[in-house]
């Protein structure tokens, strides 16, 4: 608003030329005779201010006379705009500019925005920055500067941390029912993309310039600078992890991983690197001192690993994470789109955060060895 404002000021400074000579009250634009009336209506102590309405009426009666002025480039003299209704206000009744009519207009509409100028030249300034040609550095920097409301005049559809419920085993008797660790876990069906989290993990491939399955739709979703910025990080290898920002996503971070290729027969090797997939994610997270993470199924799809066989992997490596990292991290959140993985979660769960730690140690000894 700020940045239109200036531009309705810069164009109401044209000089006001038609072939009549004369523009008045008859022939004057209908836009900015509403606008007249709802500034001497103020004036006079008869009806609110609407700036909103002023500022709609003053752009299309500025293109107006914008219009005008083309049809009479070749007339060199400027005319005057009489209007009666104006003649109290300034002897002669004549105003030699419309900026002199719009004078009212624009001061009232600027004071009354003089509040939120600040954050709406910001908001302008973020805007050209978001060129595809822009320096991904400064698009980063710039994005998470921003405070979250601002953040989410970005993105209209989101999903914040309060509306992912934290996980609860359905047997209430459960002694680590109220565990510390178990609240700091989510099961959450949906799309990894629209969670306004701290950083979201994507199985990405060796390149880190995007794929199919989960890593196109966040790199989609985060748009050209994503890639931009994973073309510097020189490839990933598989089990390890690396961060960049999100850009046009709710969460402020990406964290990629890639997971091992399977092609369903899975040893030793293969279990142990999705495991440090996990954890070095994880291990990210804390470096950056990020505190919400959701993790998509890893390795599941075109990789080929077993769905079944991955799950206990994830939760047997986020549980002991937690157990020594508990303090750094708030919620882990298993983010599964299909409603199979889903169930495989919800069977699984209640194994390695309900019955304490002495299963998931077992398990994870039985990955390790």
């Known amino acids: 608003m700020a940045f239109q404002l200036s531009k309705l000021t810069a164009a109401a400074r044209v000089s006001l030329s038609t072939p ?107 805007s050209e920055l978001h060129s595809e040609d822009s320096d991904w550095k400064k698009v980063k920097k710039e994005l998470l500067s921003m405070s979250l409301e601002e953040r989410r005049k970005k993105y209209k559809n989101y999903i914040s941390l309060d509306d992912i419920p934290i996980w609860s085993h359905s047997d209430a008797s459960s002694p680590d029912e109220t565990h510390e660790i178990n609240k700091k876990i989510s099961l ?78 899975v040893g030793e090797r293969e279990k142990l690197a999705l495991r440090d997939c996990y954890y070095n994610c994880l291990h990210t997270a804390i470096e950056n001192n990020l505190r919400t993470v959701a993790f998509p199924c890893i390795s599941t799809g075109v990789y080929g690993y077993p769905p079944d066989e991955a799950v206990k992997v994830a939760l047997a490596t986020v549980k002991e994470f937690l157990e020594t990292h508990h303090a750094q991290m708030d919620r882990v959140i298993f983010c599964v789109f299909l409603k199979s993985d889903e169930e495989l979660y919800k069977k699984n769960l209640p194994v390695y955060f309900s019955q304490g730690l002495l299963h998931s140690f077992i398990y994870t000894l039985s990955i390790s060895e």
């Open 20 to 126: 009549s000579g004369l523009i008045r009250e008859s022939n004057f634009p209908r836009c900015l005779k509403v606008s007249h009336t709802i500034i001497k209506n103020y004036w006079r102590g008869e009806g609110p201010l609407n700036t909103a309405s002023l500022l709609n009426s003053s752009r299309r009666g500025i293109n107006t006379v914008q219009r005008l002025e083309k049809c009479s480039a070749s007339s060199t003299a400027s005319k005057s705009v009489e209007w009666p209704s104006f003649r109290p206000w300034k002897r002669g009744g004549k105003f030699s500019r419309p900026a002199l009519v719009l004078f009212g207009l624009s001061a009232a509409a600027v004071a009354s925005s003089s509040v939120h100028s600040s954050a709406l030249c910001a908001m302008a300034s973020h």
């Open 188 to 265: 959450f069906r949906g799309d990894i993309t629209k969670l306004e989290i701290d950083a979201i993990a994507n199985a990405a491939n060796k390149t880190l310039l995007g794929g199919g399955g989960v890593d196109g739709a966040i790199h989609s979703g985060a748009g050209p600078f994503l890639r931009k910025e994973c073309s510097t990080l020189g490839g990933c290898e598989t089990g390890k992890a690396k961060i960049t920002g999100a850009y046009n996503l709710p969460a402020k971070y990406v964290i990629h991983t890639v997971g091992p290729i399977a092609h369903g027969s």
